[in-house]
C-alpha cells in the first residue's frame, strides 16, 4: 500500500474512531511506572544479548498457536481452564498479549505457579500496562527478561517470524520503533509469514478513554507493515474483540480471559503452508 493510502486511512480512522494516546517523546509514564518504554528498551536489549530469539522446532507442515490476553490475576480459574484444554492440542507455543497480571508481587507468583505448572508448552509475554503498575516492570524484568523480542518457528519447508512489542505506556518510543525497522529491513525477507504481537491496540472501532498509539507512530508503523508484509497485527488491552484490515495487514483484538468477564475466550491461529487462519473459542 502506497504511503498516501495509508495516511488517508489514519486520518479516517482518527475521525471515526476517535485515536489518540500518549506523546510520540520518550518520557516515563509517572502514573504506572517510574520506566520508560526507552528505560525497557535499554534493558531489554542487555537481555537480548545474552538470549538470542528462540527457535521452536515443528515436524508438522501445519501448527497452531493459542493467544490470549488480559487475564488480569488474581484469580486463576480461566487460566487454568485454558491450559488443561490446549494440552491436549499440541500447540507449537502460547502467546500472552499483556495484563496477565495486575502488576503486585502475588499476582506474579500466582500467574508463575499456574504457568509452571505445566513444562511441555512453551509461551511468550508481552508486557501490558498492568504490569507496569506498583513498579512492577523490575518484578517482570527479574522474572522473565525482555519486553521486545522475536521467535521463530520452523517447520520442515519453511520459517515464520513472530515479534513481540512492548506498549505497555502506550508509546512504542523512538528507540524501540527503530529496532523493529531494522529487524524488519534485515529479517523479514527470510521468512515466510510475520505476525506481530503485542498488548496496546493501534485502533479501535469503538471510542474509549483507554490510551492509542499517537498518529505520528501509526504512520510509521503502518508504513512498516505495508513496505514488509507484515501479515497480522493481534493486541489485547480492549477486552472486546474486533478486526480491522488495512492493506495486507490483518489487524485482530482479542477479549479478555479474565475471571467473571462475559464471553472470555482466546485465539486460535492455525498456520499451514499458504495461510493464517483464526478461530474464536469461548473459556
Known sequence: MELKEIKKQILLLCITIGLHGC???????????????NDRYEQSMVWNTT??????????????IFNIAD??????????????????????????NGDFVNGHKDDYDKFDATIFSQDTLPYFLTLG???????????????????????????????????????????LGKKQIKWLKDLLINKRTNYRNCVIFTHVNLFRNRHTTSTNPNVEELYVLLDLFAQYAVNMVITGHDHIRYIEKIGNTTHISIDALKDGVKNASFLKLQ????????????I
Request: glycine share 4%; aromatic share 12%; with cysteine.
Open 23 to 37: 506523546d510520540y517523546v520518550d518520557i516515563p509514564d509517572i502514573f504506572i511506572s517510574p520506566s520508560s518504554v
Open 51 to 64: 538470549h538470542p530469539s528462540k527457535t521452536i522446532h515443528t515436524t508438522r507442515e501445519e501448527y497452531t
Open 71 to 96: 487475564v488480569h490475576i488474581g484469580e486463576t480459574s480461566n487460566l487454568n481452564l485454558l491450559i488443561n484444554r490446549i494440552l491436549n492440542q499440541q500447540p507449537a507455543t502460547l502467546v500472552i
Open 129 to 171: 500496562n498492568h504490569e507496569l503498575y506498583f513498579d512492577g516492570w523490575s518484578e517482570f524484568y527479574k522474572r522473565y527478561g525482555s519486553s521486545m523480542y522475536s521467535f521463530i518457528i520452523k517447520t520442515p519447508s519453511a520459517e515464520d517470524l513472530y515479534i513481540c512489542l512492548d506498549t505497555g505506556s502506550g508509546t
Open 271 to 282: 498456520i499451514n503452508k499458504h495461510t493464517i487462519n483464526y478461530i474464536f473459542e469461548n
